[in-house]
């Protein structure tokens, strides 16, 4: 356990980590795209491990999926083979002609964008690449929620599973720096098999709802809802039918804009 992006590197290990055998993920993006409308077309960007990628093309859409990782778009095409993988960092990307109706960002990694000209920069490729009128679709961790508490639980989050014969623990503390809007997480490995700790370091962005829509409508982007769920990793979890509970206070944000022309 040397590697510094052990879940980045290990994709397998990272869906044993975070398991998703009802696809709420991919089934809440598909129901969200209907909802709004949108063509076939569709770019997963920081598709990870490609799961939700080939759930929507297994519905019937068009599907690119990109990664900034090797490791996941080599695992993306070996276990969720359909859509095409192709490498590119969310935060500047150009796909040459290819045109979408849908750019989908989920499980936080918007937040990778941790300053202003990322955030532009995102939304611009976006812009690039997405036909009149189309859709972006994210879900990531929520400013308001995080900014707005006095202090974290002072207690680490602590999980164990095992994969692959062996059993992992992963430690993880969250930390706010409020001036920077940045949620800072440590996250310490260690297994059953005589590996020596590993502890990985990162941060994100921390979006307040109101913040994120005045940078999506100084991009040409129109709002059309932006809400905390029920999605695909809140408590309790997105059900099909189930409708956006029209508050921005809960831990995760969901955010649905569409292409304004000119």
Known sequence: MDDANLLTDNPALYEARFPDPERLAGRWTEETLT???????????????????????????????????DAMLRYASREHPGPEYLHADLREFDLGARTFDAVVCLDSALLYCRAGAETESFLASCRRCLAPGGLLVAEMRNGAYFLG????????????????????????RLRVEPAARLLHRSRTWTTDDGSPPLEQRSAWHLFLPGELHAVLLANRFEVLALHDGPGPRTEPPWREGDLPAGSTDADRLHVIARLRDG
């Open 35 to 69: 909802r709004y409308g949108a063509g076939p077309r569709v770019l997963d960007i920081g598709c990870g491990t490609g799961r939700d990628a080939a759930h929507l093309q297994r519905a019937g859409r068009t599907v690119t999926g990109a990664d900034l990782s």
């Open 149 to 172: 508490r006095a202090a974290l639980p002072a207690a680490p989050a602590v999980h164990t599973f095992t994969h692959r014969g062996v059993v992992h623990r992963s430690v993880t």
